[in-house]
């Protein structure tokens, strides 16, 4: 075996063990969310969840975690949108700050569902 396919070997078995990885966490729900005038806010949807990961135990501001569930959960997320919005950007709070609509995607409820809506 040449250098060149062994190192193409060792590179292809490295893409395939971080695609497994889990993904780090995020917080759905911030614990502090900045007040602001409904007019720096665009718009605000709800959004339908159907999900085979557990919901999170820990921390619910994650909502779900990175665990999988052998059911489905469903659950529906008020999202709002900032009017400073870019179109194919999704502008978050990063890190532990507080959320703020009018610069960034916001969740601010989520309601479960006992089974499909």
């Keep these: 075996m040449t250098v060149r396919s062994k190192t193409f070997l060792v590179v292809a078995f490295a893409l395939a063990v971080t695609g497994c990885a889990g993904r780090k966490t995020h917080d759905l729900l911030n614990t502090t969310t900045v007040t602001v ?3 720096d806010i665009a718009a605000t949807h709800e959004i339908f969840v159907a999900t085979t990961r557990k919901k999170a135990t820990k921390d619910p501001r994650q909502v779900f975690d990175g665990d999988r569930s ?3 959960s469903f659950a529906s997320v008020e999202v709002t949108v900032p009017k400073i919005h870019q179109v194919g950007a999704i502008e ?4 532990s700050a507080n959320s703020n609509p009018a610069k960034d995607f916001t969740a601010t409820e989520v309601e479960f569902y006992e089974g499909a809506p």
């Design 37 to 39: 005038p409904a007019s």
């Design 70 to 72: 052998p059911t489905t």
């Design 92 to 95: 978050r709070v990063r890190g």
